[in-house]
């Protein structure tokens, strides 16, 4: 079974790449990447899982 973690990253500086979500959600400005926020917490057993580097709140609705 493949494990997959999901976390919010983003890049611009000027938080661009959030869009409207950034206007929605103040919150946000936690998740810049290269920050403590956006690390995945370590979990026993998943050294095998796959991290999906999203940007908005629902992380597989892309992927279907």
């Known amino acids: 079974m493949p494990v997959i973690f999901s976390t919010v ?3 611009d500086a000027d938080f661009k790449d ?3 979500w950034a206007l929605k959600q103040k919150g946000v400005v936690t998740l810049k ?4 926020g956006v690390e995945l917490d370590p979990l026993e057993g ?3 899982g ?3 580097h999203e940007k908005y709140a ?7």
């Open 58 to 64: 629902s992380a597989f609705s892309e992927r279907i």
């Open 33 to 36: 990447a290269g920050t403590s």
């Open 50 to 52: 796959h991290a999906a």
């Open 46 to 48: 998943a050294k095998n």
């Open 9 to 11: 990253i983003y890049q």
């Open 18 to 20: 959030a869009g409207i």
